[in-house]
Each structure stands twice: as structure tokens, then as C-alpha cells.
T-cell receptor, first 116, second 110 residues
Framework: EPEVTQTPSHQVTQMGQEVILRCVPI?????FYWYRQILGQKVEFLVS????????KSEIFDDQFSVERPDGSNFTLKIRSTKLEDSAMYFC??????????????FGPGTRLTVL | KQEVTQIPAALSVPEGENLVLNCSFT??????LQWFRQDPGKGLTSLLL?????REQTSGRLNASLDKSSGRSTLYIAASQPGDSATYLC?????????FGIGTKLQVIP
């Protein structure tokens, strides 16, 4: 069964460093998302991406964050200058094997980001 | 701003029991509602998706209902098993943004 994959599974970085989290969505999906979950808290929406542009973003997704689909398979989240509070599990998701963004979202296993 | 609440926060039941998890949301202008399970330290596994025009969805021992006008959804688990132990998350989708509840942590005792 097709699945969303994410690399790395765990990333440790120093405060102020840039990190890139990588995702490979399900191949025929059209909508891509990033979420984060701080330990013990709710899963929070960061951004949605469709047709090579951001379609919606939350207030969390400020200028420190960017997303990119550099080729036909990868979807990346970049954090330019990490802060301690960026430590969280980051989930990528994809949906839309058809034409509607109302389709089921499929989540990857997550990347645990630890900022020291 | 959409707010999603899940009750109870935690639930412990003996194996074989039927149970109901509740989800409520404040803004009824939704496209769909999705139930997930999350195992400790793992990603989210989709269980059921209910479109805003639907009233319920069923998959195996799971049944989810949606009452959009009252802002409520329930997840019914029949004949619970120890393997059902996990955190169950309710997620409500607006135009593009999805808002999650904090989840109900379920423990099924053998």
C-alpha cells in the first residue's frame, strides 16, 4: 500500500541553525501538508500546498518557515533559524488522489526535531 | 477560529466492551471530519473520514457519526481489543486548514 515517507526520523540541531525536513508524499496525490506536534500537545496545522504554491498557512508558519517541492516526488519544510520552541514532531501528509481536497489525509511517520 | 474538544481525555475499559469517544467543534462550516489513531511516538493512522454531507461511516468494528449542525461527532468502537489501545484524534477540516483535538487516550485491559 502506498505510504508517505519522511526523513530523517530524528534531527538534532543547534539553535540558530537551518534544518530541512523531507517528505515523499503518495505519488498521485495533489495536496501536501505539514503539521507539528509539540510533546504532549495537539497536532497543529502549519501549511498546505497545492499546484506548486502555498494554499493556506497558519499563524505559526512565519517567515522562518518555507516549503518547496523541488522535484516531482519530494516535499520539504525548511526552518531557517531554529529556536528552542521549534522542538517538536513534524508530520507531512498528502491527500487528493482525485480532484477534491476533501479526500482522506495520509500522514507520514514524522520527524522528531530537537533544538539544543 | 475553530476549536475542537474531545471528551473524555482518557478512558480505560475491559476487553470486549463497546465504547464511544466524543468530539465537538465550534464552527459547523466544515468540509469533513476525520478520525485518527496515534500510537506512542508514532504517526497518525487514518481510521474514518466523514464528508460534511454524510451522517456516518463504518469500517469493521468502527462507526463514526457526524452531526454538523450541532458540531458533534462520535466514534463508536465495538468489542474493544487490547490492540485498540492508542490515542484517538478527531480532526475537522475547513477550507484547507485542519484543526485537531487533543485526543482521547484509550487503554483496553485484557
Amino acid at each position: 500500500e502506498p505510504e508517505v515517507t519522511q526523513t530523517p526520523s530524528h534531527q538534532v540541531t543547534q539553535m540558530g541553525q537551518e534544518v530541512i525536513l523531507r517528505c515523499v508524499p503518495i505519488s498521485n496525490h495533489l495536496y501536501f501538508y505539514w503539521y507539528r506536534q509539540i510533546l504532549g500537545q495537539k497536532v497543529e496545522f502549519l501549511v498546505s500546498f497545492y499546484n506548486n504554491e502555498i494554499s493556506e498557512k497558519s499563524e505559526i508558519f512565519d517567515d522562518q518557515f518555507s516549503v518547496e517541492r523541488p522535484d516531482g516526488s519530494n516535499f520539504t519544510l525548511k526552518i531557517r533559524s531554529t529556536k528552542l520552541e521549534d522542538s517538536a514532531m513534524y508530520f507531512c501528509a498528502s491527500s487528493g488522489g482525485g480532484t477534491s481536497f476533501g479526500d482522506t489525509q495520509y500522514f507520514g511517520p514524522g520527524t522528531r526535531l530537537t533544538v539544543l | 477560529k475553530q476549536e475542537v474538544t474531545q471528551i473524555p481525555a482518557a478512558l480505560s475499559v475491559p476487553e470486549g466492551e463497546n465504547l464511544v469517544l466524543n468530539c465537538s467543534f465550534t464552527d459547523s462550516a466544515i468540509y469533513n471530519l476525520q478520525w485518527f489513531r496515534q500510537d506512542p511516538g508514532k504517526g497518525l493512522t487514518s481510521l474514518l473520514l466523514i464528508q460534511s454531507s454524510q451522517r456516518e461511516q463504518t469500517s469493521g468494528r468502527l462507526n463514526a457519526s457526524l452531526d454538523k449542525s450541532s458540531g458533534r461527532s462520535t466514534l463508536y468502537i465495538a468489542a474493544s481489543q487490547p490492540g485498540d489501545s492508542a490515542t484517538y484524534l478527531c480532526a475537522v477540516r475547513g477550507y484547507q486548514k485542519v484543526t485537531f483535538g487533543i485526543g482521547t487516550k484509550l487503554q483496553v485491559i485484557p
